[in-house]
């Protein structure tokens, strides 16, 4: 990308400034932070002004339209308190001069407004752009103090100039060397003279005459080396260090431009490499230059005077003046344009695209990169998402596939527990181990299945069913989970070819929004409004606890996770009631709500809320015999902010459960919610 120089800014504000002077202030738009557009207006119509002081994209240049949404007051603008004051202060303003300074980058825009009295003031809205540097500060003229700007620079930031509310206005600091702009053929001459007097020859290497021969008798940037004694292997080096006022590009230009030696002791060996690189130069210092906008097609680069050789012979393209647009030069104490608005046509030759004006150039060219580098830095992103999401996938596609368990396994549990079914009666209580025949195999052939001595003999073959069973529902889960995982790899897999097939910023859009079925963050966001709406209406109380109703008539209160049993003691819980749980495993936490009568539970509740704890807990295992303590409440305490369901108890009693026993008509309460 080329930076926006000195001579492009001249060339604007040349095409601009009879399009703009004597104009009055109708809208100040703040686009971003660093950029504005000024809206003015007189009896011919309206005209744009961007000023933009973006690090990279900063540019001056007039725009044919306003933004989409900018013409109206719904439209979204960045309402910050510079761009308030400046609304504020340029109300119907006019603007009555603009200055460049010579061959800087420097812009002021002097405004003549009035002020809360009636007083006649100006004020100025000096455009900085100087890469990283770049800013717009808003000062006013008699009193020289700054108004606002839009970067605030303060001592911490810079040690050579602060800009801030309040402070005097000065200018960036200067470079003590010759403008191009206003250099004389003395001074160009004393320059090259000391350019000759200071450069040394590099040294010739054994095979620099072949390398100058197989490049066709030209060395190259990259074949030369810096010579002891010189500070520059190119002239186009020496210009830019030499001089103020021009880049690298407009030097490599003019270089091309006067078919003089790039390589500095090439040029030198030339005697009329001097006059041939000033008959360029002075083309700068010129009060009237003829701009020949064009740029490359691949953004690569811009010219304004096209003095490059492959351009110089080629056409501008013509400017159509519309009839009813055609106006005569301003008069004396008349308001009128010196300048008419043009219809712009483009015209290309081979690489490169013409403008008719260099302010189509300027608002073509930066619109263009900058759409380049957002579809870039976008793309990029959705790439590195749809990595991100390719990556869960597989990491999840890993993990499911480990819990498929194939038939086998499966065979095996069914068959063990169907052969410890048919042989109850040979289990003795505390057996090991089963060894019969394989009756599933049709051979003659013994099997010895492992049994829990801790466990009946119906106990062990219910336990091989439960395997079987949760065996086999797991593999169905895995199975769903990988189909569904290897769904979505497929879509992201298509979606990134999209992608890397998509080539304007509306395609990556469009694909954004279906990346993963994702919602875009708008659409989102309202709906999370929508569906928070209703529920910020209901009145705050207790939370909303499960809750079961025993064989006696008692409320039975059921936490399902840590959360719900630490809500279940801190916020629903009174002192005298019944707190039960397992002994020695997690699990829910129960409570029966006992009434103000501080009378004790039946006995019949207390054993259905203890089978409801014994039941939802790791150790309930069906057929097992379990413990449940249960206390008052007042006498249970928790451990702490940071350790949610954990508790502490004394004062406990002790129940002892069978899960094999049928389950309590309240319990099936529970499975109805």
């Known amino acids: 990308m080329q930076p926006f120089d000195a001579l492009t800014i001249r060339a604007v504000l040349d095409e601009a400034k009879p399009l703009l002077l004597n104009r009055r202030v109708d809208r100040v738009f703040q686009l971003a932070r660093d950029e504005l557009l000024i809206s003015l207006r007189s009896k011919s119509g309206m005209v744009h002004l961007l000023l933009s002081a973006h690090a990279t994209y900063g540019r001056i240049c007039l725009v044919k339209q306003a933004p989409q949404g900018a013409k109206n007051d719904r439209a979204p603008q960045n309402n910050s308190n510079f761009a308030l004051l400046l609304r504020k202060t340029l109300a119907s303003a006019v603007l009555v001069h603009i200055e460049q300074l010579p061959g800087e980058r420097i812009v002021d825009f002097v405004f003549s407004s009035t002020d809360e009295v009636g007083t006649a003031t100006h004020k100025v809205l000096t455009a900085e752009i100087m ?60 320059q090259w003279k000391l350019l000759r007097e ?25 074949q030369l080396a810096t010579a002891p004694g ?61 701009f020949k906008p064009a740029m490359r097609t691949d953004l690569s680069r811009y010219t304004v005077l096209s003095l490059i050789p492959e351009l110089k012979n080629a056409e501008a393209p013509k400017q159509i003046a519309p009839r009813e647009e055609t106006r005569s030069a301003e008069s004396a104490g008349q308001e009128a344009d010196a300048a008419t608005p043009t219809v712009a046509t483009t015209a290309t030759q081979g ?29 990029e992103r959705l790439r590195n998402e749809l990595r991100s999401e390719d990556d869960k996938l597989a990491s999840r596609i890993s993990v499911a596939s480990q819990h498929v368990r194939n038939d086998e396994f499966l065979g095996e549990m069914k068959r063990s527990g169907d052969l410890v ?9 505390g057996q090991t181990e089963l060894e019969v025949d394989d009756l599933y195999s049709g051979s003659s052939e013994k099997i010895k299945i492992k049994l829990n001595p801790n466990l009946s003999a119906s106990q062990n073959a219910q336990w091989f069913y439960r395997q079987f069973s949760k065996s086999r529902s797991r593999q169905k889960a895995a199975k769903l989970a990988l189909d569904e995982a290897a769904r979505k790899q497929g879509l992201v897999e298509t979606q990134m070819k999209q992608l890397e097939k998509a080539q304007t910023n509306d395609e990556l859009r469009a694909l954004r929004e279906l990346i993963i079925g994702r919602k875009p963050a708008a659409a ?112 249970v305490k928790k451990l702490g902010k940071d350790k949610p369901g954990q508790v502490r108890y004394e004062n406990e009693k002790t129940l002892e459960i069978d899960t094999s026993a049928p389950m309590p008509k309240c319990m099936k309460q529970l499975f109805s919610h």
């Open 421 to 429: 079914l048919a042989h109850l009666g040979v289990i003795e209580p």
């Open 351 to 379: 690489n490169w695209k013409h403008f008719p004006a260099v302010n189509d150039l300027v608002d073509e060219y930066y619109s263009a990169v900058e759409a380049r580098e957002q579809f870039q830095q976008l793309r």
């Open 524 to 635: 989102m966001q309202q709906q999370q409004q929508q569906n928070r709406g209703p529920a910020v209406e209901k009145k705050k109380g207790k939370p909303r606890m499960l809750s079961v109703t025993s064989s006696d008539g008692w409320t039975i209160y059921v936490g399902r996770n840590r959360h719900e049993n630490d809500q279940l003691l801190s916020k629903l819980a009174q002192p005298n009631d019944i707190w039960l749980h397992i002994l020695g495993s997690g699990g829910a936490h129960v409570l029966i709500r006992v009434p103000a009568s501080k009378q004790e539970p039946p006995l019949t509740t207390l054993k259905e809320a203890a089978q409801i704890a014994a039941r939802l807990s790791k150790g309930g295992t069906t057929g097992t015999k379990v413990r449940v303590v249960y206390t008052h409440v007042k006498y």
């Open 131 to 190: 890469g990283r540097h770049s800013n717009l500060i808003f000062w006013d003229k008699t009193k020289e103090k700054i108004i606002t700007a839009s970067h605030i620079v303060t001592k911490e930031m810079s040690r050579q100039r602060e800009v801030a509310p309040g402070l005097t206005y000065k200018r960036p600091p200067g470079q003590e060397r010759p403008n191009i702009f206003k250099i004389t053929r003395e001074e160009f001459g004393e």
């Open 198 to 222: 200071n450069f040394q020859a590099p040294a010739a290497s054994p095979d620099s005459e072949a390398v100058e021969a197989a490049s066709g008798g030209t060395t190259t940037k990259t």
């Open 230 to 290: 010189s500070a520059f292997v190119t002239v186009e080096q020496w210009l830019i260090h030499t001089f103020t006022g021009l880049g690298r590009n407009l030097s490599e230009e003019l270089i091309l431009a006067s078919e003089a030696r790039s390589p500095v002791a090439d040029a030198l060996k030339d005697v009329q490499s001097e006059e041939k690189v000033w008959s360029v130069v002075k083309l700068l210092g010129e009060p009237r230059l003829t």
